[in-house]
């Protein structure tokens, strides 16, 4: 055996022994305190200490735990391994013996690997809760509308255009300054006549000036209809009530929609013989206030509104406000 091969085999066994001192060292066993945070794909956590981040390699051990959680403050013991080939590759790849949630900062309670969720009968349930306010309407919208035919184009847009003016005037006199009143369409359509064999002739044009008024003072609503006609409005397109001011309203509604959702997974679980552990996710599947439709296209009638007529009459009722809220509980239920 030559010298220098002596001398080769010498040098791989030092660097072998370096390597393996190295890895040693590496892989070390440490205390890690911090915040627990999701990685940047859904999946993943880590814990955020001061200076460093620690991806957790066996999440999955210890997020049966109610308190793991975003946010979170732990105490874990264990290993890095910075060997280990991440998905995420955020943070330094730790395996962690113990995890320990930290109350307050201070005393903690220990957990090791939800060992004692796995004791437990377990179980999850979807419900459902649902809730309808009864809230009267603060704001009538009415549309209005002003239509002229002639066999000109020109002269149905004069009349109408004179029309107009005088409803929207008479219009925000009779809604008070509160409320809003603008153009909601308009339009210029001739009108044709078809005979067979020869080709259709326009016989006049009708304009349509739509205005949209919306007010807060509901007892004006037949007032302002009838100041609408008078003035030259001759068609009533849609009156409707809804709530503007809905906060509160659809908090009592979500607020309802959530009690009752508890309340369902409490039956369940008595009905299975065990109790609600924790509420696990809650979810608002949705809230509606549906405006109340009063009128739809109606023609006005000029004797109606002429001088000596009676008011119209306008009965504003209630509207519902409803809320919808998905929840998913843990139940524990006897073996």
């Known amino acids: 055996m030559t010298k220098s091969f002596l001398m080769l085999r010498a040098c791989a066994l030092v660097l072998i022994l370096i390597f393996a001192a190295q890895a040693s060292a590496a892989a070390k066993e440490l205390t890690v305190r911090g915040r627990l945070a999701q990685t940047v794909e859904p999946g993943g956590w880590v814990i955020n200490a001061d200076a460093q981040k620690y991806l957790i390699l066996n999440a999955r051990k210890f997020q049966s735990e109610s308190w793991f959680r975003e946010g979170a403050e732990v105490e874990a013991t264990g290993e890095t391994k910075p060997d280990a080939l991440t998905v995420y590759q955020e943070g330094v790849p730790f395996e962690a013996r113990t995890i320990v949630a930290r109350q307050g900062g201070g005393g903690a309670a ?37 239509v002229t035919q002639n066999a000109s184009a020109s002269e149905a847009q004069a009349e109408n255009a004179s029309k107009s003016d005088a409803v929207v005037r008479a219009v925000k006199a009779a809604a008070g300054a509160n409320a809003e009143v603008k153009t909601g369409g308009y339009s210029l359509q001739p009108q044709y006549v078809y005979k067979e064999g020869t080709a259709p002739t326009i016989t006049s044009y009708i304009v349509r000036n ?3 008024v919306a007010l807060s003072e509901l007892g004006r609503v037949g007032g302002v209809i009838d100041a609408a006609s008078r003035a030259g409005a001759n068609s009533v397109d849609n009156l409707a009530f809804t709530l503007r001011r809905d906060q509160q309203a659809r908090t009592q509604a979500l607020s309802a929609a959530t009690r009752e959702a508890v309340a369902k997974a409490r039956t369940i679980a008595e009905a ?10 809650v979810q608002e599947a949705g809230a509606f206030r549906p405006p109340i439709p009063r009128a739809e296209r109606e023609q006005l009638s000029f004797a109606r509104a002429g001088a000596g ?14 809320a919808q809220v998905q929840l998913v509980a843990e139940i524990e239920t006897k073996p």
Do not use: C, F, K, Y
């Open 210 to 212: 739509s205005v949209i």
């Open 110 to 146: 220990a957990v090791t690997g939800g060992a004692a969720d796995r004791d437990r009968n377990l179980t999850r349930v979807s419900v459902t809760g649902d809730a309808v306010v009864q809230s009267q309407p603060d704001t009538a919208i009415i549309m209005l509308a002003v």
């Open 309 to 322: 007529a009676p008011s119209t009459p306008i009965e504003v009722g209630s509207l519902e406000v409803r």
């Open 272 to 281: 299975l013989g065990g109790r609600v552990v924790r509420v696990v996710e």
